[in-house]
């Protein structure tokens, strides 16, 4: 669980550094597509938080199947996440 703990904390910030390009991108150019990619950068990283929330809070409460399940999720969520920052960045 420690590591899904971990990567949680590698996704919000690379969300965070995805929040900075598109929102410097709005600023530039205020469009609907870079609204659209703002908000969806955002509530991901509100999910993001919370899930961090639970996991520093309820991580002793996890069934041993639910926490292999968790970290698969939150595996494929980081490698998303980096792609989007790698083709964001270019």
Known sequence: ?????AL????????L???YIYGRNWMKVKTSFS?????FTA???IQSITSFYFYMTEMPYFVE??????LI????QTIA??????????
């Not at 609204?35 to 908000?39: N, P």
């Open 1 to 5: 669980m420690q590591a899904t703990f």
């Open 8 to 15: 949680t904390g590698i996704n919000i910030l690379l969300l």
């Open 17 to 19: 550094s995805l929040a």
């Open 35 to 39: 609204t659209g990619l703002l908000l």
């Open 43 to 45: 509530i991901f990283l």
């Open 65 to 70: 199947m639910v926490s292999l399940h968790v």
């Open 73 to 76: 999720l939150t595996v494929l």
């Open 81 to 90: 996440f980096s792609v989007l920052n790698v083709i964001s960045w270019k």
